[in-house]
């Protein structure tokens, strides 16, 4: 049986005021898609940058495993050894990622050292059109280049170590939503090539456009996961069913969560989703939830038994 390109198990994150993200395990597919979704602070992106070994000063893996096509990287340096030959990463603000003082074409290159001058001109230029972007911009400087165009700079930026895993960390937030649909479909194209890739966002309609699997996080934690079809058509975690509640849709207002994600350290015993919860159970403050199964490799943590919302 061949080995998921990326799996998590039950990985932790600790800081000062204690664990940031705790029990958090998926799997990536070479060729499939995982969307990770979920508001800001629910550890997200830390979770993905945990793999490269990119963590923030403060924060460390403290627990759980981290293995890449079969073996473990959680260890040493395994985990930096994997930047860029094997996990390429595209950041969310493509602005602040590329030097303003070097042309786009010489940032694309540097993965390219051990070819020759015109090797790499000609490889630079096929990454170019791989995503879209002509030769020519491989002459131009960041700002030169609209929002749309310098993300599908970082993307070729990303590529060019033939990376086998693609990390995606909100790639079309700065994007209007055109612009922002031709990277999704960039990505979706990628990963028909054979590429695995995460991509992080709090974009349920970005989701919808993509195929393969979601995985909703809250305060540090996964909370439901499964195909994107089955959480979006039928969202079993009341998490994941408030968040879908607060899209826009024709001829309705939409909703809102009341409160905020509970900051480390100050996380309830049992669901940190309990003081947010419209259908909260007496049990839910103090016992952690099980993991329920829903069907069709849905699965979702909570104290309701099912999607009906009985106990």
């Known amino acids: 049986m061949t080995s998921p390109l990326l799996e998590l198990g039950h990985l932790e994150?600790?800081?000062?005021?204690?664990?940031?993200?705790?029990?958090v395990g998926f799997t990536v597919e070479a060729g499939g898609i995982v969307c990770v979704v979920g508001e800001s602070g629910c550890g997200k992106s830390l979770s993905a940058l945990a793999v490269l070994d990119l963590l923030p000063p403060g924060l460390r893996v403290t627990g759980g495993a981290l293995r890449f096509d079969g073996r473990d990287v959680l260890a040493g340096d395994a985990r930096k050894r994997l930047r860029g030959r094997e996990v390429g990463m595209i950041f969310q603000e493509p602005a602040t990622a590329l030097n303003p003082v070097y042309t786009i074409g010489f940032q694309v290159g540097e993965m390219l050292r051990g070819l020759s001058r015109t090797a790499r001109r000609d490889r630079v230029a096929a990454l170019l059109h791989r995503v879209g972007l002509p030769p020519a911009a491989a002459a131009s400087y960041p700002h030169?280049?609209?929002?749309?165009?310098?993300?599908?700079?970082?993307?070729?930026?990303a590529l060019a170590g033939e990376p086998r895993l693609l990390l995606c960390d909100e790639p079309t937030t700065a994007l209007d939503p055109t612009v922002g649909a031709q990277i999704l479909a960039q990505l979706r194209t990628l990963a028909e090539d054979g590429l695995g890739v995460v991509l992080i966002t709090h974009d349920f309609h970005a989701v919808s456009r993509m195929r393969g699997k979601i995985v909703v996080m809250y305060a540090g934690m996964v909370v439901e996961q499964g195909p994107v079809p089955a959480v979006l058509g039928t969202p079993a975690h009341p998490y994941t069913a408030a968040l879908l509640a607060t899209l826009p849709k024709k001829g309705q207002r939409p909703g809102s969560i009341p409160g905020q994600v509970p900051a480390p350290g100050m996380r309830p015993p049992g669901c940190p989703f309990f003081n947010r919860c419209a259908r909260v159970l007496p049990r839910c403050e103090a016992e952690p939830p099980p993991w329920r199964d829903a069907g069709e490799r849905h699965e979702y943590r909570c104290h309701l038994s099912d999607i009906g919302g009985s106990t």
Do not use: E, F, N, T
Request: proline content about 0%.
């Open 13 to 23: 994150i600790r800081g000062a005021a204690g664990a940031v993200v705790s029990d």
């Open 144 to 157: 030169q280049l609209s929002g749309g165009m310098k993300q599908r700079a970082m993307i070729a930026m």
